[in-house]
């Protein structure tokens, strides 16, 4: 089974979102989609992020435990089909899991 997630990168920096991309596509099993950009004035970039949940949770992971040793890195914000929230580098495995597996 396949869960898709949203991420909203608080940046358009291509190095930083090459940078995610790279993380996850290393994680393997995962499928990493950068959306158009809808709106110009909004500093954000927006991934789609599919694949079964033990890659996603370790994915995930391993893309927070990167994240989180930048100075001042920019907010990745996780969000499930149903519209949950989570700040990546403020989640545990548990949270993740959680708000993967939410109905």
């Known amino acids: 089974m396949s869960t898709t997630l949203q991420l909203q990168l608080e940046s ?9 991309e790279a993380v996850l596509s290393s994680a393997g099993q995962l499928a990493v989609e950068r959306w158009r950009q ?19 949770v370790n994915g995930l ?3 927070r435990d990167r994240w989180v040793t ?3 890195p920019p907010s990745i914000i996780v969000e499930n089909e149903t519209g949950d ?6 989640m545990t ?11």
């Open 12 to 20: 358009r920096d291509e190095a930083e979102v090459a940078e995610i």
């Open 38 to 56: 809808a709106r110009v004035v909004d500093p954000i970039t927006i991934m789609s992020v599919s694949g079964g949940i033990v890659a996603l």
């Open 61 to 63: 992971l391993s893309l």
């Open 70 to 72: 930048r100075k001042k």
């Open 85 to 90: 929230q989570i700040d990546l580098t403020q």
């Open 93 to 103: 495995r548990e949270e993740l899991e959680r708000l993967i597996t939410a109905d």
